[in-house]
């Protein structure tokens, strides 16, 4: 675990000095033009505010907070917003409308995710004393296996820009599908099988109103899904997530 926080140490740190400079110690980060040149420390015009695509859909950015497997708020995250690249927001708001059909909705835990959070996962995880959130997140898989077995990464899709972390509500709140957002557990694996007819339904309706609109699931998160056809497939963003960043107050 060490090995693996101090080979990307180097990055991080130049990465994350970088998006401070661009943001003015504290100030909103600039907006920068998309493509494969697009500056990470920038915000590109083809990022949204999701509240300003499709305002329907539920939101609980849970690294803004405390309510998370690091148990503290997660750098970069100013305020508790959904920012995406807007082709995938496009998408993400259809999806919430075809499930609106049939009595569902969409509620997102995170979405765009700066370098600097993914860093700080990297601290925590080299943390081997910091069990604090255990017996919620992670009660059955040992902290040193949580990157080998595909739950954290030292590079995330989220930092592109068009992958989101999401589940279905009805009636106002979240439904069951056998296990919490971020439970780091066989359990969250797609493929599951320990689960009731009605999860397994729920998980099965999830997975097929995004996959019908682009979005591809990964094996280990039932929650977690990138759109494929992303604008940004090679550049990790880390300029903070804000309510000044595009389409924000």
């Known amino acids: 675990m060490r ?3 101090t080979a990307a140490a180097g990055l991080a740190a ?6 401070l400079l661009a943001a003015g110690f504290g100030g909103t980060a600039e907006r920068g ?25 539920r939101q609980d950015i849970r690294y ?7 148990g503290e708020p997660v750098d970069g995250y100013r305020d508790a917003e959904c920012l995406l690249t807007e082709e995938s927001a496009q998408a993400l708001r259809r999806a919430h409308r075809a499930l609106g059909g049939r009595g569902y909705g969409l509620l997102v835990y995170d979405c765009y995710r700066p370098q600097r959070a993914v860093d700080h996962f990297l601290r925590w995880a080299d943390d081997e004393d910091d069990t604090r959130t255990k017996d919620e997140f992670y009660p059955r898989v040992p902290k040193d296996r949580l990157f080998d077995e595909g739950y954290l990464a030292e590079r995330s899709g989220h930092s592109r820009g068009s992958t989101v972390d999401v589940t279905l509500v009805r009636d106002g709140e979240p439904v069951d599908m056998g296990t919490d957002f971020d439970f780091f557990d066989p359990r969250s694996h ?16 999830l997975r097929g109103a995004l996959t019908r609109e682009g979005f591809v699931p990964v094996t280990t998160e039932w929650w977690h899904f990138g759109y494929e056809p992303e604008p940004f497939p090679d550049t990790h963003f880390d300029f903070p997530v804000s309510r000044d960043a595009p389409g924000g107050d």
């Open 33 to 57: 033009g998309g493509g494969a040149d697009a500056d990470p420390s920038r915000v590109p015009e083809e990022f949204v505010a999701l509240r300003d695509v499709a305002p329907g859909i």
């Open 3 to 5: 090995r693996r926080y």
């Open 14 to 19: 130049a990465v994350g000095v970088v998006g």
């Open 190 to 205: 797609v493929g599951e099988r320990d689960l009731d007819a009605d999860q397994r339904t729920a998980r099965a309706t």
């Open 64 to 70: 803004a907070g405390r309510h998370n497997f690091v």
